[in-house]
């Protein structure tokens, strides 16, 4: 079975600073590997997927995510968060032998100090 | 609305109650989803629908878990004889096409069930 874990479950960082989530999960097969944000209040959102290709995916709000297969890693980075970060990520993965079903990371949840 | 909507929004439910989720997906969406999310822990799957097909219910906890979805649209997340580990949110998430993770899944803001 998939699974997926995040290392981080608090992270706090300060306007500007640099930031990298990790997400690593545990499937030697072929993967599908999502990143999903849920803002304070609000409904999970998609920030950024990888299928295919280029191994290094841009998503919204300047995030991205680097697949790195032979680490089976999928860290999410920022160069400079704002206070408008705070949220909690969460990493998710789909085998490609599990039809539509996601597995969820536990959650990192970002504080950003203004 | 435009967004996946959940009701009730909040739910407390004495232990042995049954209790009824119900979602409202994005018009025309074909695929839908129901994720349990513990307190702390990331969602977890329960079960996907293509159309009114319930296709995948492998992540339905017991069997006093049932979901339905009758004509397409609306689904209905029943729990009998609630116990206190069902405490959790439940996620209703919907796509446009029936190869879901191939497209964009919209979540809504989830059921917080309460079980005393």
């Known amino acids: 079975a998939q699974s997926v874990s995040q290392h981080n479950h608090h992270v706090i960082l300060s306007e500007a600073a640099s930031l990298e989530l990790g997400c690593n999960y545990s499937?030697?097969?072929?993967?599908?590997l999502f990143w999903y944000v849920q803002y304070p209040g609000q409904h999970l959102q998609l920030l950024l997927k990888?299928?295919?290709?280029?191994?290094l995916v841009k998503g919204i709000k300047g995030f991205e995510a680097e697949f790195i297969k032979s680490k089976f890693s999928f860290n999410l980075r920022k160069p400079s968060v704002q206070w408008s970060d705070t949220a909690e990520y969460f990493c998710?993965?789909?085998?490609?032998?599990?039809?539509?079903?996601?597995?969820f990371g536990g959650g990192t949840r970002l504080m950003v100090k203004p | 609305g435009a967004g996946v909507s959940q009701s009730p929004r909040y739910k407390v439910a004495k232990r042995g109650q049954d209790v009824a989720l119900r979602c409202d997906p994005i018009s025309g969406h074909v695929s839908l989803f129901w994720y349990q999310q513990a307190l702390g822990q990331g969602p977890e799957f329960l079960t996907y629908?293509?159309?009114?097909?319930?296709?995948?219910k492998s992540g339905l906890p017991s069997d006093r878990f049932f979901a339905e979805r009758p004509e397409g649209s609306v689904s209905t997340l029943k729990i009998q004889r609630t116990q206190q580990e069902d405490s959790a949110v439940y996620l209703c998430?919907?796509?446009?096409?029936?190869?879901?993770?191939?497209?964009?899944?919209?979540f809504g803001e989830g059921s917080r069930l309460t079980v005393l």
């Open positions: 998430a919907s796509s446009l096409i029936s190869r879901a993770l191939d497209g964009e899944l919209f």
């Open positions: 990888y299928f295919s290709g280029d191994p």
């Open positions: 499937y030697g097969g072929t993967v599908n």
């Open positions: 629908f293509q159309n009114e097909a319930q296709l995948d």
């Open positions: 998710a993965v789909n085998a490609n032998n599990a039809g539509n079903m996601l597995t």
